[in-house]
């Protein structure tokens, strides 16, 4: 199966991490990497969402119901799926953020030797 765009944007992304990336990640607030993740890969994350939203709110059932609305009323139903796909897009971010803060609170955790020795070892 191919990636989705998401997981295509995040391999692009660490293909991508400069030393500098890298070592603001490790010297970084508690949602650094999640900061630099959604930087690079939120738009590829919400464009693979939208599409779904965007079938969701114009099936077959609500097309011409949805066109009369529209004439009527001026409310745009791709704006509305889009305003959709951009907040699950950052409620998706703010749940990695949570989890990277809760990771960097306490890095052994994670029971990846690694990752403790790196977060640690940069001066916490």
């Known amino acids: 199966m191919p990636p989705t765009a998401p997981r ?18 490790l010297r970084g607030g508690p949602t650094a990497a999640t900061d630099l993740l959604a930087q690079s890969a939120r738009g590829a994350v919400i464009e693979a969402m939208f599409p779904e939203f965007s ?26 799926a889009r305003s959709a796909a951009d907040q699950a897009g950052n409620a998706i971010f703010r749940a990695i953020g949570r989890e990277e803060a ?12 690694v990752l403790t020795a790196l977060l640690l070892g940069t001066g916490r």
């Not at 295509?8 to 990640?25: E, N």
């Not at 079938?55 to 509305?80: F, H, N, P």
């Open 102 to 113: 809760a990771i960097r609170a306490d890095p052994r955790r994670t029971g990846d030797p």
């Open 8 to 25: 295509r944007s995040c391999s692009i992304l660490i293909r991508g991490l400069t030393l500098a990336d890298a070592v603001a990640v």
């Open 55 to 80: 079938s969701g709110l114009r099936s077959d059932a609500t097309e011409i119901l949805s066109a009369i609305v529209s004439a009527q009323t001026g409310i745009d139903y791709t704006a509305i």
